[in-house]
């Protein structure tokens, strides 16, 4: 198999951390609405946005995935009334961080998606593909042996 | 200096004898003429080591967390960097202030170890680079106060950025050379962590490779790993020591990172400074309804 081979199969890896009570619902609510998006994203239910810590997402890249989605319910939202506004700082600087060792920004996305925005779910998911498309599989922060 | 350390003894003395600490904290005379090592006296005649002079750079306020269950009080020399120190572990509630005794001296700035072993005794030693951007050389907070208040060390009024900025002006692959070239040299030894007063987690997760957070083979990417969750851990609780770049014994520039979180938390959250009001709110700790709106 030529390296060429492998590059054209390539598929990008999205892993979507959903809180659960608003996007989660969300992506629910796309899949009754028959709404199609690509199958790159996998979704992974949180309790909370604000559960999310930033080692999730460092150690995700590492095993090889291109890109993360954050998402929660919008501000005011929150299931815990104040979840998400300690998500919002931590973002603000995480992407920031990232942003900083040399991350592409793109690989590193925060959205807020409520519980009725099932389409919004759709698009979100198909637009962060396709920019991570655009722009290759990761290789920074990659431990090699999780190479694959 | 002479003076001062006469002082310190006396006062050390005079503090032992009379039972109001248990224990001192301070520094006495290492190895060679340019190290000076952090000292921890509790009879009245050991006061004597006691020292103070251009070489006590080591930050001691960490050292309080091992005499956290004295009973009794713990009196600590402070500069202005152990000042803060202080502050942090008294906000991360890891100490009592009523507890310790803290004995403040206006630092001139310390002067660089490394550079002193190079050049010999009887050159002109430059400033530690931690000290050379120092802005309190002044202890924030005290009890007793030895020799002069007023530090005659020039601060700048605010602090200096120009370092992170130019990395922000590079392209993404080079911020990620550049970044993999000095986490490569990391051995994880975790000095950095241990002298830290923003580290003072009882249980780290660094220390448990079993759950497998952390291997324990070196690898960049575990590096890495483990330099951008301690700069996210300490952010907006590291209070500017330097401590950690001074400890590193492969010299990565590790508060590159955390004036980057400084500069951040200053910019979205508005202006903080760790370590001066123990009783303020953490920029991490706490939110405003008005935070900057990105994730739409």
Partial sequence: MSVNEVEQKWEPKILVFACNWCTYAGADLAGLGRLQYPPNARILRVPCSGRVNPQFIIKAFQRGVDGVLVAGCHPGDCHYTTGNYFTRRRFLLMRRLMEYMGMEPERLQNRWISGSEGPKVQQVITEITEEIRALGPNRKLRDDQWNN | ?296
């Fill in chain 2, 1 to 296: 200096m002479e003076q001062l350390t006469l002082q310190i003894r006396n006062m050390a003395k005079e503090i032992l004898k009379k039972g109001d600490a248990k224990v001192i904290i301070g520094w006495e005379k290492g190895n060679f003429w340019y190290v000076s090592t952090p000292a921890f006296i509790d009879k009245p005649e050991d006061a004597e080591r006691l020292i103070w002079d251009e070489y006590c750079t080591n930050n001691l306020a960490k050292y309080l967390m091992g005499y956290k269950d004295l009973e009794g009080k713990v009196a600590i020399f402070v500069k202005g960097c152990d000042a803060r120190g202080v502050n942090r572990l008294v906000q991360d509630k890891q100490i009592n202030r009523e507890k310790v005794l803290l004995i403040g001296l206006s630092c001139p700035g310390m002067k660089d170890e490394k550079k002193a072993q190079e050049l010999g005794e009887n050159a002109e030693i430059p400033l530690s680079k931690k000290c050379e951007e120092c802005r309190y050389p002044d202890p924030v907070t005290f009890d007793l106060f030895i020799g002069e208040k007023k530090s005659q060390k020039k601060v700048k009024d605010s602090k200096d950025f120009s370092q992170v900025k130019e990395i922000e002006g590079m392209t993404p692959d080079e911020k990620y050379n550049k970044s993999a070239a000095n986490y490569e040299k990391c051995l994880r030894c975790y000095a950095c962590r241990n002298v830290c007063p923003a580290c003072n987690c009882k249980d780290c997760i660094f220390d448990h490779s079993s759950k497998g957070w952390l291997g324990k083979a070196n690898t960049v990417s575990d590096n890495m790993f483990f330099a951008m969750t301690r700069a996210l851990h300490v952010a907006g609780r590291c209070i500017d020591c330097g401590e950690c770049e001074r400890v590193c014994p492969v010299n990565i520039p590790i508060m590159l990172m955390n004036n980057k979180m400084m500069q951040d938390i200053n910019n979205l959250f508005g202006e903080y400074e760790a370590g001066l009001d123990p009783e303020d709110k953490l920029p991490l700790g706490s939110f405003e309804y008005s935070d900057p709106e990105e994730f739409m």
